[in-house]
């Protein structure tokens, strides 16, 4: 047996929606650990939007990926071997952004989080709603979105992972939610499923700022910002004095390569008293466990609904991936590399087919 | 004798810096208050780039000033007839853009706060540091920027009247403060004579983005920015994770009438998990005697100095106000209307020139 690792590999910057000119497949023989190296079979990827922005080189939170090394990307996989004393073959483990859109990942032991998966879950949910794409709402609901009870949240990209659950938490803390989206079926999904009070379809609305202000005739509170561009100016004008922008994302931006400007009603953030805040979940790390605890209580007792949109075979994942840009996406997009239930390559079919170990 | 009231109106909306088309002087017949109103006469008038904002249609957090009305303005005056019971004549009040300018306001008593001047320092002070354009960086960097000792902060038009004393209050708090100015000769004052402790002249440095760089090595905490534009845009490139912008004005957009871009680098303010936070001073209205001991306290030690750049003349008034725009004014600008040593209008001269009384 060839033990060999798929690789999809970055082999030029894209220009708007990466495609295949841009994204390779490539097979490369498997590496076998280095001292504090570990080696991980990845059962599921993370289809994520920043990972377009790591494509680009423009400067940002991470570096850009190299061109020809596999896509940046965070997974979750299982250890198959290891030489870092605090993880053991077969612990399942979560690194974000420290692996990559390929079947093995070679990854220091500091960068990998193992998990202790909670059997009333699939564990594919410790790479999505109890990871980065469910830590991302929980905090910046709570934490840099501050809802009082009574208060209107607004949220962009809301069928989105990220903003179907953000409206759930603010409904949870006692808020008015109301959603923007892409198309009449998700207008219904978010209000009837996910429980938001009001839906607005912003590709078909007249006017996005005239539509926002009567979905909230008690004006925004609270602003959670997925998408940037013109959705952002439309909520800006809507604004309560000292409201709250949580600036979580700016997808609309994303493919181009034209610098973007900051939204054009900018001025209003002076004019009333608002805070802007941008963040990412990593700044929260230390409290993850508490996010994850209280997360899981709310799905376990039915209060918070979540969807994982998942796609089957690494070789699908950049058609996948594209599907975050055209909005064909419900839920947390994922690829499953992968089964749980198929058993990992021994130590000795790796020994077989690897090269020698890195000296690190 | 025949006591007009000269005002200042604004005529017609400018584009750019308002001229004497916009603006022009008339002289019209004294009013008297109706009940809870209050007659100034004006001593001061408050040179305020907001003002500008006013004079256009857009929106803000004040309406627009109506066609042919006074132009609005914080001015410093003394009752020279009251009828609401909380003034009297001879009192000296403030009011924060409640009046115009002109040389007598007719002005709700609610809208005025009556001061009770401190013998050690300028009448004119309560219209200025003791006023909003003190009140402003006092309350924008201590609550707004939070400065650590040992952080950095950043000040753009940091000659100006806000700018000036916004550096010298970090400095108070243990902060390395760097102003960005559009002279030497300004650079050489913040640095000589306000304690900044690196000034740059954006206009003749090559690239702003890396001036800033150099000259905060450890980064920037904390930007105080009154400018907008491109220079918030080279600043955001500069900041600290978690730093903070204070938004405090834009007056690089204040005369264009085209519609303005927010900040190219607008993302960078997520990259860099940044809170932008705009404020006006009325909203610690509740805290502004706190704000006035303090900063008394500071200018009699000598820890704080301030600048009054004083324009005589009502008449003048319009010429001093484009001086704002053109960078030629150092510390605040005003325009003495009368001196205080002057002596007042008797009630009888009021009533012998005046119209009838208002009957609201």
């Known amino acids: 047996m060839t033990l060999l690792n798929r690789q999809l590999c970055?082999?030029?910057?894209?220009?708007?929606?990466?495609?295949?000119?841009?994204?390779?497949?490539?097979?490369?023989?498997?590496?076998?650990?280095?001292?504090?190296?570990?080696l991980l079979q990845n059962l599921y990827l993370s289809m994520d939007p920043a990972i377009r922005g790591?494509?680009?080189?423009?400067p940002s939170y991470m570096p850009p990926i190299a061109l020809g090394d596999p896509v940046r990307s965070s997974t979750l996989g299982r250890v198959v071997e290891s030489r870092h004393p605090d993880f053991q073959v077969g612990d399942i483990v979560v690194g974000l952004a420290a692996n990559g859109w390929e079947d093995f990942s070679l990854t220091a032991g500091e960068r990998l989080d193992r998990i202790e998966p909670d059997p009333r879950f699939p564990l594919?949910?410790?790479?999505?709603?109890?990871?980065?794409?469910?830590?991302?709402?929980?905090?910046?609901?709570?934490?840099?979105?501050?809802?009082?009870?009574?208060?209107?949240?607004?949220?962009?990209?809301?069928?989105?992972?990220?903003?179907?659950?953000?409206?759930?938490?603010?409904?949870?803390?006692?808020?008015?939610?109301?959603?923007l989206v892409g198309s009449d079926e998700k207008c219904r999904w978010i209000?009837?499923?996910?429980?938001?009070?009001?839906?607005?379809?912003?590709?078909?609305?007249r006017n996005l700022t005239h539509a926002i202000a009567e979905a909230c005739p008690a004006g925004v509170d609270i602003y959670f910002d997925n998408v940037g561009g013109e959705v952002l100016d439309a909520a800006?004008?809507?604004?309560?004095n000292v409201g709250r922008v949580v600036?979580?994302?700016?997808?609309?931006?994303?493919?181009?390569?034209?610098?973007?400007?900051?939204?054009?009603?900018y001025w209003q953030i002076l004019a009333r008293s608002l805070t802007v805040r941008g963040f990412i979940?990593?700044?929260?790390?230390?409290?993850?466990?508490?996010?994850?605890?209280?997360?899981?209580?709310?799905?376990?007792?039915?209060?918070?609904?979540?969807?994982?949109?998942?796609?089957e075979g690494l070789e699908n994942t950049l058609e996948a991936f594209s599907r975050l840009f055209t909005g064909a996406n419900r839920g947390k997009l994922m690829v499953k590399v992968r089964d749980p239930s198929e058993p990992a390559p021994t130590l000795e079919e790796i020994r077989n087919a690897a090269e020698q170990?890195?000296?690190v």
Chains 1, 2 share one sequence.
Request: glycine share 12%; with cysteine.
């Open 124 to 179: 594919s949910h410790y790479l999505s709603v109890f990871s980065a794409v469910g830590l991302t709402p929980y905090f910046g609901v709570l934490d840099i979105g501050k809802p009082k009870p009574g208060e209107t949240m607004l949220v962009s990209a809301a069928a989105g992972a990220v903003g179907s659950l953000a409206g759930q938490i603010a409904k949870i803390e006692g808020c008015r939610t109301v959603g």
């Open 191 to 205: 209000v009837e499923e996910l429980g938001y009070d009001f839906a607005i379809n912003y590709k078909t609305c």
């Open 281 to 311: 979940s990593p700044e929260f790390k230390d409290r993850f466990g508490e996010g994850i605890a209280q997360m899981s209580d709310w799905i376990a007792d039915g209060r918070l609904v979540f969807t994982e949109d998942m796609v």
């Open 236 to 240: 800006l004008l809507n604004m309560n």
């Open 357 to 359: 170990p890195a000296h």
């Open 10 to 38: 970055l082999d030029s910057r894209p220009q708007g929606v990466p495609n295949a000119n841009n994204v390779r497949l490539r097979s490369a023989p498997l590496r076998r650990p280095g001292p504090g190296q570990v």
């Open 247 to 265: 600036f979580c994302g700016a997808i609309a931006q994303y493919n181009t390569e034209q610098p973007v400007p900051g939204p054009f009603n």
């Open 54 to 58: 790591w494509m680009s080189d423009k």
